[in-house]
């Protein structure tokens, strides 16, 4: 008897290896990053529900969606907003086809 497991390297991003469509992957990914860090910073400040939506300006049950990782319901906007909030710097990088360094855009 086989207890051989397949293993698949991943493309990168985990919505598109889920079967998502390209966009829509895109999209989720783009969401999941910012998402993801304010939950830890959240998470590290050990702010109650109530205190982390006083800092960032919403609802309890704002902060209740995040948690549980329900990012489809905000704009990236919003999202890098609520890490101004939390006084993170944020800054894009763009690296356009050809070019050998990045812009950076301070948000």
């Keep these: ?33 910012p998402g993801v860090e304010i939950q830890c910073i959240l998470k590290e400040r050990e702010l109650t529900q109530t205190e982390a ?5 919403v609802k309890r049950t704002e902060i209740s969606r995040l948690n549980d990782a329900k990012l489809s319901d905000y704009s990236v906007e919003r999202l890098l907003r609520f890490l101004e909030c939390l006084n993170c710097e944020v ?17």
């Design 1 to 33: 008897m086989s207890n051989k497991i397949r293993v698949e390297e991943g493309s990168g991003n985990i919505f598109k290896d889920l079967g998502f469509s390209d966009d829509v992957a895109k999209d989720e990914l783009l969401r999941a990053q």
């Design 91 to 107: 800054s894009i990088h763009i690296c356009a086809p050809g070019y050998d360094t990045a812009r950076v855009i301070a948000v």
């Design 53 to 57: 939506a006083n800092l960032l300006g």
